[in-house]
């Protein structure tokens, strides 16, 4: 009996094969690290019934990226220096001055740039370039990067950190079709909108995951867990690298924000890694993009240590016979007052809960 059979065959021109193989390299390369990092942090994970609260963890980052050419990979990490600064504004600058209006501290506020509106013009749900370029992605038809950049200055237009040669024809700087220019909180970064459609995409095809699954190599089959996903479950559209991208910076905003952040900012004195030379406008430049001024003018405004008034009695009172071994007054704020007079201390300025004292040397 004559029986129908279906044939399907799949021709790659040699151009789209050597990009099936660009992707496959890359992802494998950025999927490898990140089993490497999932099995460091198996290693060094803390058993469930310890205290997980004496966890101390390490978040390093370059900083800012600036290239003669800033494209789609340096878009995401200074999008992620954006939030990261937002959140060094909202946990040091915001609440340093908070916790002083809030303890009745007299002082002189310092005015600081909330980056909120960057962020948003980046990551805002149906408004950001985030989505924009998402909303290409799901377009049936082939949207080129130019196409891309008209939608973005169709949407943006009138943002004051947004603009490109299209909304600024008199900026000669901007190459008019390819460049857009974000006002940083740090400063003006051009970024070259070649390439941003082709790696914003998920462009490594099922079948192929679903084959690097099956492989005998159990390291290599264990890169590829979506590889085994149900059909009924694959055939949706893979969020794109853009969305992970920011949906992973916002899962890290989170974890930062649960614990207590101190921070050791590097500067890099000259560019030739060479001894005894020093390149102020390099390392201006740094101390811009890394946000010390706001820092160090709120900490020179402000005190240097605060402790609340009973651990500051309980470890200093044997140093005066009025506190000494029992301070008989009213309250702990009372032996503190009484303690500093006898010992003639200066620089303390006194709020509800806690003592605030500008000079730290005065401790030592």
């Known amino acids: 009996m004559f029986q129908w059979r279906s044939i399907y065959s799949y021709f790659l021109v040699p151009s789209a094969a050597v990009v099936q193989y660009i992707i496959i390299y890359n992802i494998y390369i950025y999927i490898l690290i990140q089993c490497i990092y999932v099995q460091i942090n198996k290693a060094i994970e803390v058993p469930r019934d310890t205290y997980k609260n004496t966890l101390i963890g390490v978040l390093d980052i370059y900083g800012f990226e600036i290239f003669d050419t800033n494209s789609f990979e340096q878009f995401c990490i200074n999008y992620c220096n954006e939030k990261l600064q937002q959140l060094f ?12 209006a809030r303890e009745g501290i007299q002082w002189t506020p310092v005015q600081y740039f909330n980056n909120r509106v960057i962020c948003e013009l980046v990551d805002a749900p ?27 200055d169709k949407r943006l237009n009138g943002h004051k950190h947004y603009t490109s040669r299209q909304l600024a024809p008199t900026d000669k700087k901007l190459k008019h079709g390819v460049d857009f220019r974000i006002t ?32 005998t190599n159990k390291s290599l089959a264990d890169m590829w867990p979506e590889g085994a996903d ?77 402790q609340r008034y009973d651990r500051f009695l309980k470890r200093y009172k044997m140093l005066s016979q009025y506190t000494w071994p029992n301070y008989r007054g009213r309250g702990a704020r009372d032996a503190v007052l009484v303690l500093a007079r006898d010992l003639q201390l200066d620089g303390l300025h006194y709020g509800h809960t806690k003592l605030f004292v500008r000079w730290a040397t005065l401790l030592g």
Not at 135 to 141: I, S
């Open 184 to 215: 940083h909180y740090a400063g003006d970064v051009t970024y070259s909108i070649t390439g941003f459609m082709d790696k914003n995409k998920d462009s490594l095809w099922q079948d192929l995951k679903r084959l690097l699954r099956s492989s």
């Open 230 to 306: 149900n059909i009924q479950k694959t055939s949706k559209r893979p969020p794109s690298a853009a969305t992970l991208f920011r949906n992973s910076m916002s899962s890290l905003v989170s974890g930062l924000q649960s614990k207590e952040p101190f921070y050791v900012r590097c500067v890099k004195p000259n560019p030739h890694q060479a001894p005894n030379m020093w390149d102020p406008t390099l390392v201006g430049h740094q101390v811009a993009y890394l946000g010390l001024v706001e820092n160090v003018r709120v900490r020179r405004a402000g005190f240097a240590s605060r």
């Open 89 to 100: 504004i909202e946990l040091v600058l915001k609440q340093e001055q908070e916790e002083y």
């Open 126 to 152: 149906h408004a950001g370039i985030i989505a924009i370029m998402d909303e290409a992605a799901l377009n049936p038809t082939k949207i080129s990067d130019q196409q891309l950049l008209e939608a973005m």
